[in-house]
């Protein structure tokens, strides 16, 4: 199963979206079956999510944080989850 973690952040991005675009590439390394997809919150991808604050992480089609970047050990055990589901 793929996992697809969506970063919604700024051009440029902010230090939070480029802390949020780490951690999600770490976890990508780690399982290979991860997908990491950018995008600027004011995309069209945003908007489908209605993103107002960034950094927005989206996993699955689910919102998982908004304005704030989830620890790496939050981010795995998240991943984990869709990875079983």
Do not use: H, W
């Not at 704030?68 to 079983?84: A, D, N």
């Amino acid at each position: 199963m793929e996992v697809v973690v969506k970063i919604f952040g700024t051009t440029p991005p902010c230090q939070k979206c480029k802390l949020a675009e780490k951690i999600a590439d770490r976890m990508a390394k780690k399982f290979k079956s991860i997908k990491v997809e950018r995008f600027d919150a004011l995309s069209e991808e945003g908007d489908k999510y209605g993103v107002m604050v960034t950094p927005a992480i989206v996993v699955n089609d689910k919102i998982i944080a908004t304005g704030k970047v989830p620890s790496e050990e939050k981010m795995e055990e998240i991943i984990k989850k869709e990875l079983e589901g």
